[in-house]
């Protein structure tokens, strides 16, 4: 398989979506990719992370990640994007990131990249799918190759048969890392998206 450049950006408050990145992370490693983790830049003000000692938690214990910035994008063959669902959309920081990439955009940088993402949510019906959707839209825009997990692999079934990408439920009261059903499935889809990558590659060289 030719060498694959992943960037795996995310945005976590408690923990979730962190763990489903290390996930991939490890999951594209093992396939021999070139990784890089990053998160993207917190917005929130220091009195709201105070106010929930889970996310201040976390916050301090990730303050040595590197944030994510449009060199990770350029460098990247392949984008593995983990976002918490806010009101059935991507969360805000991700999106500010995601707004800040115009430059690359116009130059033609963020195309035919090879993209896939992940989600959580505090309940079952918390927009799971919509969240994933609203990112794809973006993907669009840039003419990147989007690559969800389908129903490939019974990993997908056993973390509860989302199509579009990896998706968690933890409830807000006990926030936590996803079961090992969901992190075999994070596993298989970064996986997966390597592998297609690799198909592209090998045309295009």
Known sequence: MLPVKVAVIYYSSTGTNYALAQTAAEAAREMGAEVRVRKVRELAPESAISSNPQWKAHYTATKDVPEATL????????????????????????????????????????????????????????????????????????????????????????????????SVTVPQDTPGSPDEKALAAARYQAKRVITVAAWILKGQR
Not at 86 to 106: C, E, N
Not at 139 to 151: C, M, R, S, T
């Open 71 to 166: 060199d990770d994008l350029d460098w990247a063959d392949v984008y593995i994007f983990s976002t918490p669902t806010r009101y059935g959309v991507m969360a805000s920081q991700m999106k500010q990131f995601l707004d800040s990439t115009g430059p690359l955009w116009a130059k033609g940088k963020l195309a035919n990249k090879v993209a896939t993402v992940m989600t959580s949510a505090s309940n079952g019906h918390g927009g799971q799918e919509a969240t994933i959707l609203s990112l794809w839209t973006v993907l669009a825009h840039w003419g990147a190759i989007i690559v969800p997990p389908g129903y490939t692999d019974q990993a997908v079934f056993a973390a509860g048969g989302n199509p579009y990408g990896t």
